[in-house]
């Protein structure tokens, strides 16, 4: 195989975004698209002048893609993934990879058994910052890590909510900032920070007419015994991620596009245990970080994928480690709908069992379906 034949699975605001991209992929090529809204296929056949298909299943028995990727609204993402899985086609998903971590670890289980590369859509993990903290952490340059945090603003607005019958429902999402929203800084968080242990956590409606949660916080404890808080909002502008990393040796923060890295000597703990001043403290030298040329944003997510596909190269966002930030969401929206602390792994069947429940009180929106791609996402 010289080049890999893609199809995309849901054509709208997002599918259409990966559908420009394509073309600018070395060894990439769109042969087909799939889409159930009449419309919208019919206006990407058009687009691409590629065969249009309105169920998945005829697309991956058409013979016409090697790899998917899968831009539908998220409940759709495993049962696709896992029919194209189980005929030896390639996957890239869209974020959340699926709403439960039943759901996901059902496409982690196809996928190793298939052979097949899975991939989900975590493009900032191609961001050179995003690299170079996953450098400086497996380095061991931050020593024990002891507290954590994320903060990950976002504004949508209501005519956002407004724009199609599936956002932001419980029968159609599944949930709101959590599984929408922050699953991207939630990636970096837990590739950086790793998964705690327990959650404590508040979710709520604060500014929208929806069914699901516009604002989550929590707070987190790992095993180790550090601490992290979280926030994850629709609400707040000017938006942004911050990350911050406390270590024994170490101290990095992520903000803003730029990565900060302090050195700390003798050691937090050490300083404190040593110094027989009584304001005596550690130093603390922020260190200039080498940042790598790299691609960055989808392309580099997708080209990756056909490199894997190719010739073996590894994945900058495997699959199986999108399952992380899934279940993070899933247990602090459990932790704040029981109101109560939640431990992870969270228990499949309460949270299957909790979805279920939500979904028998959601309610169809009365809207017109809206497919305009986020204009940071043209190429
Ligand atoms: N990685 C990113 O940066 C990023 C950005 C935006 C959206 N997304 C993800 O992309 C996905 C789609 O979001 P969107 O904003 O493009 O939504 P959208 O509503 O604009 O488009 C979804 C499309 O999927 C189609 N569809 C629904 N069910 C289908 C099915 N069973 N088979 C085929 N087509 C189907 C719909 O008709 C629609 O055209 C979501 O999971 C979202 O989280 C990712």
């Given at each position: 195989m010289d080049n890999v034949r893609f199809g995309i699975v849901g054509v709208g605001g997002m599918g259409s975004g990966h559908a420009s991209t394509l073309p600018h992929i070395p060894e990439a090529e769109l042969t087909a698209v799939c889409d159930i809204s009449p419309e919208a296929l019919a206006a990407a056949t058009e687009a691409y002048g590629v065969p249009g298909f309105d169920n998945h299943i005829d697309l991956l028995d058409s013979g016409l893609v090697d790899a998917i990727i899968v831009a539908t609204p998220h409940y759709f993402h495993p049962p696709i993934a896992v029919d194209a899985m189980e005929r030896g086609i390639h996957v890239i998903s869209e974020?959340?990879?699926?709403?439960t971590v039943a759901g996901a670890e059902a496409m982690i289980k196809t996928a190793e058994r298939t052979g097949v590369v899975f991939s989900v859509?975590?493009?900032?993990?191609?961001?050179p910052v995003n690299q170079a903290a996953k450098r400086l952490i497996e380095e061991g340059r931050?020593?024990?890590?002891?507290r954590t945090l994320l903060t990950d603003c976002h504004f949508r607005s209501q005519a956002y909510y407004n724009s199609a019958g599936w956002r932001a429902t419980w029968k159609g999402e599944g949930g709101g900032v959590l599984l929408n929203q922050a699953p991207h800084g939630m990636d970096i968080f837990t590739w950086l920070a790793g998964m705690p242990s327990r959650v404590i956590a508040n979710v709520s409606t604060r500014q929208h007419v929806i069914e699901v949660e516009d604002e989550a916080s929590a707070l987190l404890e790992y095993e180790n015994g550090a601490i992290g808080y979280f926030l994850e909002t629709v609400n707040e502008y000017p938006t942004g991620i911050r990350i911050e990393l406390c270590g024994e040796l170490g101290k990095l923060v992520l903000e803003g596009g730029q990565l900060h890295f302090w050195e700390v000597k003798p050691g937090v703990r050490a300083a404190s245990d040593e110094t027989t001043e009584m304001w005596g403290r550690p130093e603390a030298e922020e260190v200039e970080i080498e940042l790598e040329e790299r691609q960055t944003g989808h392309a580099a997510i997708i080209r990756n994928v056909v490199c894997a596909i190719l010739h073996q190269e590894p994945l900058i966002s495997p699959g199986p480690e999108a399952i992380r930030s899934l279940e993070l969401a899933n247990a602090i929206l459990l932790s704040g709908h029981k109101n109560k602390p939640v431990t992870l792994p969270v228990d499949r069947a309460e949270y299957n069992a909790f979805i279920e429940a939500k979904k028998a009180t959601s309610k169809d929106k009365d809207v017109e379906d809206q497919r305009i791609t986020d204009p940071q996402h043209l190429t």
């Open positions: 974020k959340p990879m699926a709403v859509m975590f493009q900032l993990r191609a961001l931050l020593g024990k890590i002891y």
